[in-house]
């Protein structure tokens, strides 16, 4: 693994690069996208992008943990989680990668 991140800044480069439009522009539309799919995932729809995955919030209901130090039972309270489901060619993508 190369540890490398993609930035927010990266990927509005990379659409002004790509799709041609001005750097503010590139910005505005990533905002705008990241916007939307911030928002269904926050009204509990799923978001599916087609040849990458699709993710959902999925709801975990309460469950009994132990801290690892002490082996004390501690209540873990129920909460949403965010679930990222990548599709068939995106998986073999990454597992074409592998050789590299």
């Not at 129920?78 to 990454?94: D, E, G, Y």
């Given at each position: 693994m190369s540890g490398h991140t993609i930035t927010r800044?990266?990927?509005s480069e990379a659409v002004y690069q790509e799709v041609g439009l001005s750097r503010n522009e590139s910005?505005?539309?990533?905002e705008m996208v990241l916007h939307e799919?911030?928002?269904?995932?926050?009204?509990g729809e799923a978001v599916k992008i087609s040849s990458f995955g699709s993710f959902?919030?999925?709801q975990k209901g309460q469950r009994v943990g132990?801290?690892?130090?002490?082996?004390?039972?501690?209540p873990?309270?129920?909460r949403k989680v965010l679930v990222f489901r990548p599709s068939q060619l995106l998986k073999a993508q990454i597992n074409a990668g592998l050789g590299d």
């Amino acid at each position: 693994m190369s540890g490398h991140t993609i930035t927010r800044a990266q990927l509005s480069e990379a659409v002004y690069q790509e799709v041609g439009l001005s750097r503010n522009e590139s910005s505005e539309l990533l905002e705008m996208v990241l916007h939307e799919i911030s928002q269904a995932l926050a009204e509990g729809e799923a978001v599916k992008i087609s040849s990458f995955g699709s993710f959902s919030v999925r709801q975990k209901g309460q469950r009994v943990g132990r801290n690892p130090k002490t082996g004390d039972e501690v209540p873990i309270l129920p909460r949403k989680v965010l679930v990222f489901r990548p599709s068939q060619l995106l998986k073999a993508q990454i597992n074409a990668g592998l050789g590299d």
